[in-house]
């Protein structure tokens, strides 16, 4: 082959090999995702999740109350970041990433949640989420990644049939 | 040791307040989890070894924190909060920080 073609051919097939890629087993493995959160999300209707800083009134007193955790890092695919390189030249939302984050949030409060469950709580009260930076995004050109920690206070309503 | 972050406990009395414990870390992962990341963030999905990395920097900074409390004599910690930052690449700093107080059973059961 002409050496003087390959790498301008190099230089464009690689980020469209990339893209296709982040559109294939990107989306895909999205959708997985957010097909098992709902699925989860269905199986913890039953928790009690709040975000007030006092126990409400049925806590049962006799079970300690004790904190609970749940973390999720979620990576943009590399389809994600192209967009969100496109809309940063228009500006306005960035949809690649809002879902991103969507997935991170729910992600994080489920795992609380299961873990709550694991050890015999069915609520949760004062709940707070919060990000956390490791891939410092803004210092790397073309990756992103969502880090989220939810936590919160695991406590036993005392109406509740366990 | 009872640990939450609301400012009561239910079915407790808080009979002391010995003040504010903390406990911090700064964690890092190996350079081939850093790499596997950078793998990952092409496919997207969720990257293990940094979920990894928050749950290990939380459980440090806690049991920091509680033996600090541990240390004033305490035996619960309430409104505990918190805080992580950037420091650098590739690492997680994670700040956790409450209130160590002594309590008891509540007389009178609710």
């Given amino acids: 082959m002409d050496p003087d073609l390959l790498g301008p051919l190099c230089g464009l097939g690689c980020p469209a090999l990339l893209l296709f890629m982040g559109l294939t087993v990107g989306t895909t493995v999205e959708r997985r995702h957010k097909r098992r959160l709902s699925l989860r999300e269905e199986e913890l209707s039953g928790m009690l999740v709040t975000d007030l800083r006092t126990f409400p009134p049925d806590t ?18 590399y389809l994600k970041t192209f967009l969100a390189r496109i809309r940063k030249i228009f500006g306005g939302e960035m949809h690649s990433y809002l879902s991103l ?5 729910r992600e994080a409060i489920l795992r609380m949640l299961e873990q709550a469950q ?27 990644m969502v880090e989220v920690s939810a936590f919160g206070t695991a406590y036993r309503r005392s109406g509740a049939a366990l | ?15 002391q307040v010995k003040g504010i414990v903390q406990g911090n870390t700064v964690r890092t992962k190996h350079l081939g989890r850093d790499l596997a990341a ?6 997207g999905g969720e990257l293990r070894g940094y979920t990894e990395l928050l749950i290990e920097a939380r459980r440090q900074a806690l049991e920091r924190m509680l033996s600090q409390a541990e240390q004033l004599g ?10 992580t930052s950037a420091v650098t690449q590739g690492a997680a700093e994670l700040y956790a920080y409450g209130t160590a107080v002594v309590c008891q059973p509540d007389a009178a059961p609710v």
């Fill in chain 1, 60 to 77: 049962d007193a006799s079970a300690n109350a004790r904190l609970v955790f749940g973390e999720a890092v979620i990576a943009a695919d």
């Fill in chain 1, 101 to 105: 984050m969507e997935r991170a949030r």
């Fill in chain 2, 1 to 15: 040791m009872i640990v939450v972050n609301t400012e009561t406990i239910p079915g407790m009395q808080i009979t």
């Fill in chain 2, 74 to 83: 305490a035996n619960a910690v309430v409104n505990v909060r918190f805080s």
């Fill in chain 2, 38 to 43: 950078g793998f990952k963030n092409l496919m």
């Fill in chain 1, 118 to 144: 694991e050890f015999g709580y069915d609520s949760v009260c004062n709940v707070r989420l919060e990000t956390s930076n490791i891939g410092m995004a803004q210092g790397r050109r073309g990756a992103a």
